[in-house]
């Protein structure tokens, strides 16, 4: 008859039950884990993106409001130019006057505007660009074409 | 015969012990894994609802006329709004989200510059803070 060993190891149904139910509860556990951690830096870089534009758009906002009274205060080009400083550029287009300036770069973001203004001194915005720094080149990244 | 039966016995004791104590620790570990995780969506969550929210308001200021009572039409007379649970305006005892807008409103030569920071906060805990700036002219014309 053939001798067991002191430390025989027996697998029997129980065992291995419960062996199949720690092992997906580990795994289950895990994943949900780092789901929860990839969800938690997307809402975190989300939230970062949009306070950026906001403090952007503040910045140009703000920008404009000195566009606006620089452009009723004075009487010549020369004289917004001299009010609005070097951040402006001012350029004559016939009898239109347009004026582009960009906000400060916040995290790769800045708003460039360009405002029209006329014979009457009436401003309109005629781009409120938003720019971004990081830049996806189309042969670097794979697209799936379907 | 019989002291080989309790040597058995013993063996089968010792090693349903030690899968029975193996299986409680690693129990332990697995809902502590899963309760992290629920904390963390919990956070997201909020934290989604307090953008949404801030920009809501954001977004609001700009489209109002600039002056003192169309700002505070917007965000109250105490510059707080209270939210439930079911993102709806409620009052101070049922709030869970609380909105407080705080604001500065420059009058300049022509139109006003009004900016400030748009805080979200639940219970004591600040979620979400943006900044808004708004420039209100008598009259600016917007080419789409």
Request: hydrophobic fraction near 45%; aromatic fraction near 8%.
């Amino acid at each position: 008859m053939k001798k067991q060993s002191f430390f025989s190891m027996r697998l029997n149904g129980l065992s291995v039950i419960m062996m199949l139910i720690l092992l997906c509860l580990t795994v289950f556990g895990v994943l949900s884990l780092v789901s929860a951690n990839a969800e938690l830096k997307l809402s975190q870089k989300n939230a970062s993106h949009i306070a950026s534009y906001a403090k952007c758009d503040q910045d140009a906002q703000k920008m404009l409001s000195e566009v606006y009274n620089a452009v009723q205060k004075s009487r010549s080009m020369s004289e917004i130019d001299e009010i609005l400083g070097t951040d402006f550029a001012i350029n004559q287009d016939d009898e239109l006057v347009k004026i582009n300036f960009n906000t400060p770069k916040i995290e790769l973001i800045s708003i460039s505007v360009e405002l029209t203004v006329d014979t009457a001194k009436k401003l309109s915005v005629t781009k409120y660009q938003i720019n971004t720094t990081a830049t996806i080149s189309p042969n670097q990244t794979e697209i799936w074409q379907g | 015969m019989s002291s080989g039966s309790k040597s058995k016995a013993g063996i089968f004791l010792l090693e349903f012990t030690i899968v029975l104590l193996i299986f409680a620790l690693s129990s332990i570990v697995s809902i502590r894994l899963f309760a992290k995780s629920a904390e963390i969506q919990a956070t997201v969550s909020d934290t989604d609802q307090a953008v949404v929210y801030a920009q809501s308001v954001a977004e609001l200021l700009k489209g109002c006329v600039g002056t003192d009572e169309s700002i505070r039409q917007i965000v109250g007379q105490s510059n707080l709004m209270y939210f439930n649970q079911n993102q709806q305006i409620c009052d101070k005892e049922n709030a869970v989200f609380v909105i407080s807008t705080d604001y500065k409103s420059n009058l300049l030569e022509f139109g006003s510059y009004v900016f400030g920071t748009i805080n979200v906060s639940k219970g004591d805990a600040l979620l979400y803070s943006l900044p808004f700036g708004g420039f209100y002219p008598p009259a600016l014309e917007v080419i789409p």
